[in-house]
């Protein structure tokens, strides 16, 4: 893929009356897998919804694979899932998938395609309800790959799993983006940093970092991420 996954500049958001995103600017290149991280509140949620087209901009833009965001074209390019799960607990993992996939207007192949990328294949016919959490999050993913997106936005994806779903899971992301898919990866867990390649760390609306976890810890001298963070957190206040 010829160019850049994504690309913002000088985005502002405002949500509500009240701005959530303040100038931010960052480029994505294709192929990567980029954490999202800072804490609860740091505007995580709405970048990535303004990334899959789901926010109105205040001012700035953002390009989606050489787009504008919310462009009709990437509807198959960029696949989705949000923090909340956006599957039915009384259908099955076969019909959860089968349901979006008609939806969209993709074949019963893709389906089978999906389900076995995440590795649900002996849970096709479990009710979601009956699944674990690392189970149910790899229904709402393979909903999200419906259609071999180049671009995966994937909002707190582990949120609440045992460390040991959670490395599975991460298995799974780096699968992908050695395939080539682009993930941007939110998360508030400051040790998940360390399976990105590259990071875009948030605070209260504005970006205080953008650079691989190697230059981000060599800036700050420091020998983790959340040290780092707290660096740049307090570097910033005596800027302010």
């Not at 970048?47 to 001012?59: K, P, S």
């Not at 207007?105 to 009956?130: F, M, N």
């Amino acid at each position: 893929m010829d160019g850049l996954a994504v690309e913002a500049r000088h985005l502002s958001i405002v949500r509500d009356k009240l701005r959530t995103l303040y100038n931010v600017s960052f480029q994505v290149q294709p192929g990567t897998i980029v954490g999202l991280i800072g804490p609860s509140g740091s505007g995580k949620t709405t970048l990535m919804r303004t990334i899959v087209g789901l926010q109105t901009i205040a001012d700035g833009s953002v390009d989606v694979l050489g787009l504008p965001a919310g462009s009709s074209a990437l509807r198959d390019r960029v696949g989705y899932m949000a923090q909340t799960p956006s599957v039915y607990e009384d259908l099955s993992v076969r019909q959860n998938i089968a349901y979006f996939a008609g939806i969209l207007g993709y074949p019963r192949s893709e389906v089978d395609r999906v389900i076995h990328e995440v590795d649900l294949a002996k849970q096709t016919t479990q009710r979601v309800e009956a699944l674990s959490g690392g189970q149910r999050a790899r229904v709402s993913l393979a909903i999200a790959l419906l259609g071999r997106p180049a671009l995966l936005v994937l909002d707190e994806p582990t949120v609440g799993l045992d460390p040991v779903l959670r490395q599975s899971l991460w298995g799974l992301f780096r699968q992908l983006g050695d395939s080539g898919v682009t993930l941007i990866v939110s998360s508030h867990v400051m040790d998940e940093a360390a399976r990105c390649d590259t990071l875009l760390l948030t605070r209260g609306g504005r970006l205080i970092a953008n650079d691989s976890v190697s230059n981000i810890l060599a800036q700050t001298g420091t020998g983790d991420v959340e040290s780092a963070f707290l660096q740049l957190v307090e570097k910033g206040k005596r800027h302010v």
